[in-house]
């Protein structure tokens, strides 16, 4: 047993040495970062010691650190192999080992050399209720850069990107595990270019002080022979195995009603009674209640009053929880629990407890931002929910917003400006997590930041699902599903029915049935919810809901965790025209899910060409329930699976199951 363990750590060794020596990496010259403006390479550094070691049985980790000739600076760089993902991690730590403060205006957590060649590059552009479009561009040999100092991860982009080299056949993808600001640049270097992707630092510098060190977030990216998609599942299946924290009540992927869209922030007790009533017999699994629980005006300014309202609720939310676990449904609650309204009570009492940003609480609106890295900030946020959780006789599910924007600009109350303020509270947001999911392990918690606007590899380590936008009408819903499911796993990624558009809650009931599966399968492409006037739907509306709550929950299992295949095109945000098809590839390749839409002015048939079946093994296939036969996974690669649907605004279900 002991031989065939070190045989299977050789052969993980000898895989990471090949990638790093195929990705043409020069480490010894790479570039480091900017210091006391100098730019630094390897070259300046001198090695103190290499380490190799095992943080996992399957994740090796090379440590080396590297001491400056002229600077008192220290650096620990580290690589580690995801197992047999193909994905490599990068982390940073520095270390002022002198008397003076160190100024750093950039220090990239990967900066990846790649051989020149003919590439086209892709980021995923972001903004309110328009996420993650893919936006590819031929690199044209000069520099481009990014820089995200927003406050929020992904308010303008992800921090990832994808370098493709057509003629070779080779993907370079990287993502950036951070939930604050950050910068991306990609630049000629000679013979190479440089890709390089870090943390931007508030005021844009890092004054690191003497005796201090920081550790930077880390970096990860996969070399791959092949094209997007392969290159993404390599980063969906280190997600899988080593990053996103599976909730055994979420698993799979309950669905859930929110209530926000059928009232937005003025239910009654009466009214959440009724919406209980109807989603557990649509059967849903969740019922979340949204925003203004607490309201007493205003509840966009009284965030941070975290006080069940009496006149809302006159017994408090012990009453709807226990209604909700009677129907059947786990409950949950809607925090903004960075945030304070300048309505609320901590707004008056501990402005101290904010970021600060010229002497005063750094604003957004009419929103406040507390620093978690103060630990009576951090314990009195913890304390609100978990005051909540006692009222409720406990909580299923709490969903965090994150409505704030705060810039990059912070000082201390003393004036100083370190430039690590954000860094601090992002590492303290997740410790909070992370003590929420300790002390409550059956909790489930969603991500959501107005959308997807801080959606990152950081936030996802903590959380088990999120919000992929607030915009929700069908037409747009369907690029969003696209987006989501290049970047994430698609399990994480949480979307409603909701109605004709963005924050109108009414389905258009003389609609043809036809065209209700069509608007119900567009968010079955992750994990599935309903936020909508229910109370209005007519019983074939209710029906096709009801049918197609069934069908997500058998699909489900297959898509939650699979491998995912882009075979269309990204279609427009605004008016998508054709086609769209999403391949779902469980781990072992045994089931398989197509999701096909026929969207405006579509053909009247499409031909899907699967993708991940194993070449010999024999599929049966079914369309919306309907056998279509049998077939070896080559045959179906060859040939496609024809799918016929009438009229435009329609979806079909493409179900691929291994024979025995």
């Not at 960075?338 to 008056?348: I, K, M, R, T, V």
């Not at 994150?402 to 109350?413: C, P």
């Not at 029915?497 to 009414?506: D, R």
Request: proline share 5%.
């Amino acid at each position: 047993m002991q031989v065939l363990l070190n045989l299977k750590y050789l052969k993980l060794t000898v895989i990471f040495i090949l990638m790093l020596l195929c990705s043409n990496m020069v480490l010894a010259q790479g570039y480091l970062g900017i210091v006391n403006e100098h730019e630094l390479t390897q070259n300046d550094f001198e090695v103190v010691s290499t380490k190799k070691s095992r943080a996992q049985p399957d994740i090796i980790v090379t440590t080396k650190v590297l001491r400056h000739r002229q600077l008192a600076l220290h650096i620990t760089q580290q690589h580690i192999i995801y197992g047999r993902t193909k994905v490599i991690g990068k982390k940073i730590k520095l270390q002022n080992t002198g008397e003076q403060p160190l100024q750093i205006t950039k220090m990239p957590s990967l900066a990846l050399n790649i051989p020149l060649g003919d590439y086209e590059y892709s980021v995923l552009e972001n903004g309110w209720s328009h996420e993650l479009k893919l936006n590819t561009r031929k690199f044209n040999s000069s520099t481009w850069e990014m820089i995200s100092d927003n406050g929020r991860s992904s308010e303008v982009m992800s921090p990832w990107f994808a370098f493709r080299e057509k003629n070779k056949g080779k993907t370079y993808l990287g993502q950036l595990a951070w939930s604050g600001n950050w910068q991306m640049r990609f630049r000629p270097l000679n013979k190479y270019i440089s890709l390089e992707l870090g943390e931007y630092f508030d005021n844009g510098q890092l004054n690191l002080l003497p005796g201090a060190s920081i550790e930077l977030p880390e970096a990860v990216y996969a070399i791959v022979a092949g094209d997007l998609d392969d290159a993404a599942n390599a980063l969906h299946r280190y997600q899988r195995e080593y990053v996103i924290p599976v909730n055994a009540r979420n698993n799979p992927p309950l669905v859930q009603f929110n209530s926000w869209f059928p009232y937005q922030n003025k239910l009654t007790l009466n009214q959440a009674k009724d919406l209980i009533n109807d989603a557990a017999d649509l059967g849903c699994e969740a019922f979340v209640l949204d925003a203004g629980w607490y309201n007493q005006h205003n509840w966009q300014r009284e965030v941070g009053n975290w006080h069940s309202s009496r006149t809302l609720f006159p017994n408090g939310l012990g009453e709807l929880a226990a209604y909700s676990r009677e129907k059947g449904l786990k409950f949950g609650i809607w925090f903004e629990i960075e945030s304070l309204g300048d309505s609320s009570a901590l707004y008056h009492e501990h402005l101290e407890w904010c970021l600060q940003r010229k002497g005063q609480p750094a604003t957004s609106g009419n929103r406040y931002h507390l620093d978690f890295s103060n630990p009576e900030a951090f314990n009195w946020a913890l304390q609100s929910i978990e005051n909540i959780m006692q009222e409720c006789n406990g909580l299923d599910w709490v969903k965090l917003d994150y409505n704030i924007a705060i810039g990059s600009e912070f000082e201390t109350l003393a004036g100083d400006r370190p430039g690590n303020l954000l860094h601090n509270h992002v590492q303290a947001y997740y410790r909070f997590l992370d003590t929420l999911r300790q002390r409550h392990p059956d909790l489930i918690i969603e991500n959501c930041a107005s959308g997807a606007l801080r959606y990152d590899l950081g936030i996802v380590a903590h959380t088990h699902t999120s919000w992929i936008s607030d915009e929700t009408t069908p037409a747009p819903s369907l690029a969003l599903a696209w987006g989501s499911t290049l970047q994430f796993l698609p399990r994480i990624n949480n979307h409603w029915v909701v109605g004709k558009g963005n924050h109108n809650p009414n389905i258009d009931q003389t609609l043809p049935p036809g065209y209700w599966d069509y608007m119900f399968r567009i968010p079955m492409n992750g994990q599935f919810g309903i936020s909508s006037r229910v109370f209005d739907w007519q019983q074939p509306l209710l029906n096709t809901a009801k049918e197609n709550v069934k069908l997500y929950k058998k699909i489900r299992t297959v898509i939650a965790d699979a491998d995912t295949y882009h075979l269309t095109p990204q279609p427009d945000y605004k008016q998508p025209q054709g086609w769209m098809a999403l391949q779902y590839v469980a781990p072992g390749a045994a089931k398989s899910v197509i999701m096909v839409y026929r969207m405006e002015n579509g053909a009247p048939a499409y031909q899907a060409f699967p993708r991940g079946l194993q070449a010999r093994r024999k599929y049966e296939i079914s369309i919306d329930g309907e056998s279509r036969g049998k077939f070896q996974g080559r045959v179906l690669a060859k040939k496609g699976i024809n799918v016929h649907l009438p009229t435009d605004f329609r979806a079909a279900i493409v179900e691929i199951k291994a024979l025995k």
